[in-house]
């Protein structure tokens, strides 16, 4: 055994590592420069090209169009959500058929632009008139807000059914197997071990989702829906002002920041038991 006759003196603390002003900071520092001056102009021009004539006349039409993109968009994901799950089963199948017709669906949806995806629902399947009437569905595919619903319904779906199988998957096999160890059936094991922490795993690609699908919804104001990017283009086509659209950025970027920061509130509140 050893004892300690003499004590090692207290040292200062190491000097501070100066970071030299090298061309990336410099570069860094010129474009964060122009995005502010870019921002104080764009609020310049909002202030200064205020209208309180216009603001009275198409506030109403932007909310308006605001519920629509929200109910549109809403109902698209819970409805891709409901439609993804037997995807994602089907794609984790052993089945090569039920597999393979989960694969098409999903390359196909996953592949092709949504604006294509919405003409083809919107104006081919309107060609197809005295078969739909036959057959009872001709209301639906005649309105051009459930052509959208339908479109976005069927894109959302296929990505939902690829997060949710890669979560599902991302779940290691000895959960399975100690689950199975324990006398825990299938049906128990997947709804109180597996799906949680697969949903965990999911969380933040499911977030991003529904951001890329509350962005991309502007695209049914082609087809003559009046969602938020419909009225911004009624406003303009009536008053020929570009601050139509830029208000209708303004909206779109406090839906996506809202979202954000709801879905971080999620995150934090789900996985704190991860956190030490």
Same mark, same amino acid.
């Given at each position: 055994?050893?004892?300690?006759?003499?004590?090692?003196?207290?040292?200062?603390? %190491?000097? #501070?590592?100066? =970071?030299?002003?090298?061309?990336?900071?410099?570069? !860094?520092? +010129?474009?964060?420069? @122009?995005? &502010?001056?870019?921002?104080?102009?764009?609020?310049?021009?909002?202030?200064?090209?205020?209208?309180?004539?216009?603001?009275?006349?198409?506030?109403?039409?932007?909310?308006?169009?605001?519920?629509?993109?929200?109910?549109?968009?809403?109902?698209?994901?819970?409805?891709?959500?409901?439609?993804?799950? %037997?995807? #994602?089963?089907? =794609?984790?199948?052993?089945?090569?058929?039920?597999? !393979?017709? +989960?694969?098409?669906? @999903?390359? &196909?949806?996953?592949?092709?632009?949504?604006?294509?995806?919405?003409?083809?629902?919107?104006?081919?399947?309107?060609?197809?008139?005295?078969?739909?009437?036959?057959?009872?569905?001709?209301?639906?595919?005649?309105?051009?807000?459930?052509?959208?619903?339908?479109?976005?319904?069927?894109?959302?779906?296929?990505?939902?059914?690829?997060?949710?199988?890669?979560?599902?998957?991302?779940?290691?096999?000895?959960?399975?197997?100690?689950?199975?160890?324990?006398?825990?059936?299938?049906?128990?094991?997947?709804?109180?071990?597996?799906?949680?922490?697969?949903?965990?795993?999911?969380?933040?690609?499911?977030?991003?989702?529904?951001?890329?699908?509350?962005?991309?919804?502007?695209?049914?104001?082609?087809?003559?829906?009046?969602?938020?990017?419909?009225?911004?283009?009624?406003?303009?086509?009536?008053?020929?002002?570009?601050?139509?659209?830029?208000?209708?950025?303004?909206?779109?970027?406090?839906?996506?920041?809202?979202?954000?920061?709801?879905?971080?509130?999620?995150?934090?509140?789900?996985?704190?038991?991860?956190?030490?």
């Amino acid at each position: 055994m050893t004892a300690v006759t003499e004590l090692i003196p207290p040292q200062p603390a %190491p000097a #501070a590592v100066k =970071r030299k002003l090298g061309a990336a900071r410099i570069a !860094g520092m +010129a474009v964060l420069a @122009v995005w &502010v001056l870019l921002a104080i102009a764009l609020a310049g021009m909002v202030i200064g090209g205020w209208d309180q004539a216009k603001f009275l006349r198409y506030g109403p039409r932007y909310l308006h169009g605001l519920w629509v993109t929200i109910s549109l968009v809403g109902l698209a994901v819970i409805l891709g959500a409901i439609l993804s799950l %037997p995807i #994602a089963f089907a =794609r984790m199948s052993k089945n090569r058929f039920l597999n !393979g017709i +989960a694969y098409a669906y @999903v390359y &196909v949806f996953r592949s092709t632009p949504l604006l294509a995806q919405l003409f083809l629902i919107y104006y081919g399947l309107g060609s197809f008139r005295p078969q739909l009437e036959a057959v009872g569905l001709w209301w639906f595919f005649r309105e051009a807000w459930y052509c959208g619903l339908f479109s976005f319904v069927l894109n959302t779906a296929a990505y939902q059914a690829e997060i949710l199988r890669g979560a599902i998957e991302s779940v290691p096999r000895g959960q399975h197997e100690g689950a199975a160890a324990l006398g825990i059936s299938k049906y128990i094991t997947f709804r109180k071990i597996i799906l949680p922490q697969a949903l965990i795993v999911a969380l933040r690609p499911y977030g991003n989702e529904i951001v890329l699908m509350m962005k991309g919804s502007a695209v049914v104001a082609i087809v003559t829906v009046y969602d938020l990017m419909g009225e911004t283009r009624y406003a303009f086509s009536r008053t020929f002002d570009y601050q139509a659209y830029l208000w209708a950025a303004i909206f779109y970027l406090a839906i996506v920041e809202a979202l954000r920061h709801v879905w971080a509130f999620l995150e934090a509140r789900l996985t704190r038991h991860l956190k030490r």
